[in-house]
Antibody, heavy 121, light 107 residues
């Protein structure tokens, strides 16, 4: 069965960096687009970024563009989110999610359980 | 960016009821619309894609309809496990955007 397991969350000071990972299993990772979605405490869902199956295309929300970088290592079945210049408003649960299409045009079909990032001094 | 507006923001209903949640896009998105269910402290779960297609394993009590700018999610014969928050999302163009959510509560 499809499994997505996020890791790397924690407490970090404003202005610092953090890298999240999402390890995939139960499907052919290299054939699917992947997303990051976040949810601030008590708030709704916010789409963050997407990467195509081969890493050739990446798109970002305006709120993170220039600060966050999505990447993947298909040999390790792992998705990453490098987060730089973190702000208090980046505090959220971060979910990785699978797109049913390789070109990331199919929305989202599976979600991980999330990893919590807290930006605080 | 495409704005997604859900109504109502909250809804009280009883076990056995049928409810409908509406999602409106600020511009046409064809049928690139998904619905998700989220329970407290849990990850979202995918329910519907392309406006009306059920994800694998989702019971037929959930149904979606619409195209263009107006969409609905209908849940029939509500059971205790259906009380949750529901989100719509457009994936017609980047950045993908979600509605603000509809919290379905037990009356």
């Amino acid at each position: 069965q499809v499994q997505l397991v996020e890791s790397g969350g924690g407490v970090v000071q404003p202005g610092r960096s953090l890298r999240l990972s999402c390890t995939a299993s139960g499907f052919t990772f290299r054939s699917y687009g992947m997303h990051w979605v976040r949810q601030a405490p008590g708030k709704g869902l916010e789409w963050v970024a997407v990467i195509w199956f081969d890493g050739s295309n990446k798109y970002y929300a305006d709120s993170v563009k220039g600060r966050f970088t999505i990447s993947r290592d298909n040999s390790k079945n792992t998705l990453y989110l490098q987060m730089n210049s973190l702000r208090a408003e980046d505090t959220a649960m971060y979910y990785c999610a699978r797109d049913p299409y390789s070109s990331s045009s199919g929305g989202i079909d599976y979600w991980g359980q999330g990893t919590l990032v807290t930006v605080s001094s | 960016d495409i704005q997604m507006t859900q109504s109502p923001s909250s809804l009280s209903a009883s076990v056995g009821d049928r409810v409908t949640i509406t999602c409106r896009a600020s511009q046409g998105i064809g049928n690139y619309l998904a619905w998700f269910q989220q329970k407290p402290g849990k990850a979202p779960k995918s329910l519907i894609y392309t406006a009306s297609s059920l994800q694998s394993g989702v019971p037929s009590k959930f149904s979606g309809s619409g195209s263009g700018t107006d969409f609905t999610l209908t849940i029939s014969s509500l059971q205790p496990e259906d009380f949750a928050t529901y989100y719509c999302q457009q994936y017609n163009s980047y950045p993908y955007t979600f509605g603000q959510g509809t919290k379905l509560e037990i009356k």
